[in-house]
């Protein structure tokens, strides 16, 4: 089935320093959406971009939607130890309307205080 | 506060047990959605309900057996599961989804679910 490659995997960083994190798709996305996780919760939607070009802020966290549709990237700045977690990006095809989304294998992301 | 809400937060349940899983959502939305999620994976659809209605089986064994009863609520009926279906189970609620459309899906806490 469609994949989306996220990377990195993971990332072990130090308090204070910025993140980033992208996503890309062989196919085209109409919409590409980001998530946090933490352990033994729910995904809770961080950021949806809708438009080609799209960059939207949400306080520290910045997200682009890619030019070519393709591709999406997320920014954390200035890392505190509460943005531990795992972050999932998901992308819904341009032309779908089954609600189904694909996902990313995610991004575990450690911060050191 | 989330708008998702799931019970039981936990549930643990032998290979002959009959239980049930319950979701509802307080946000309006017409489609509703199970996903099935191992440690460190992404969530895996199971399940879409539009308007009440089931619009994707994703080839689902009939040991999950998935109802809504109405706009704001998602049962999951389980019998007869294998040790391997222990997982997290998330409910998620969204617009009804329209083609180019946003789709924005909301996420519940999630039911740890273990086989015995």
């Known amino acids: 089935g469609q994949q989306l490659n996220q990377s990195p995997q993971s990332m072990f960083i130090q308090e204070g320093e910025d993140v980033s994190m992208n996503c890309t798709s062989s196919?085209?996305?109409?919409?590409w959406l980001w998530y946090k996780q933490d352990p033994g919760e729910g995904p809770v939607l961080l950021i949806a971009?809708?438009?080609?070009?799209e960059l939207t802020s949400n306080g520290r966290l910045t997200a682009q939607f890619g030019i070519t549709r393709k591709d999406s990237f997320l920014n954390i700045s200035a890392s505190i130890p509460s943005d531990v977690g795992i972050y999932f990006c998901?992308?819904?095809?341009?032309?779908?309307?089954?609600?189904?989304?694909?996902f990313g294998q995610g991004t575990t992301l450690q911060v050191k205080p | 506060d989330t708008e998702v809400t799931q019970t039981p937060k936990h549930l643990v349940m032998g290979m002959t047990n009959k239980k049930s899983l319950k979701c509802e959502q307080h946000?309006?939305?017409?489609?509703m959605y199970w996903y099935k999620q191992k440690a460190k994976k992404p969530p895996e659809l199971m399940f879409v309900?539009?308007?009440?209605?089931?619009?994707i089986n994703e080839s689902v064994p009939s040991r999950f057996s998935p109802e809504c009863p109405n706009s704001s609520l998602l049962n999951l009926h389980l019998h007869a599961l294998q040790p391997e279906d222990s997982a997290l189970y998330l409910c998620?609620?969204?617009?009804?989804?329209?083609?180019?459309?946003?789709?924005?899906?909301?996420f519940g806490p999630g039911t740890r679910l273990t086989v015995l």
């Open positions: 998620a609620s969204s617009q009804v989804p329209l083609a180019g459309g946003p789709n924005e899906q909301f």
């Open positions: 196919s085209i996305f109409n919409t």
């Open positions: 971009l809708y438009k080609a070009g």
């Open positions: 998901a992308g819904q095809f341009r032309a779908s309307n089954t609600g189904k989304l694909i």
């Open positions: 946000m309006g939305h017409r489609a």
């Open positions: 309900y539009s308007y009440e209605k089931l619009s």
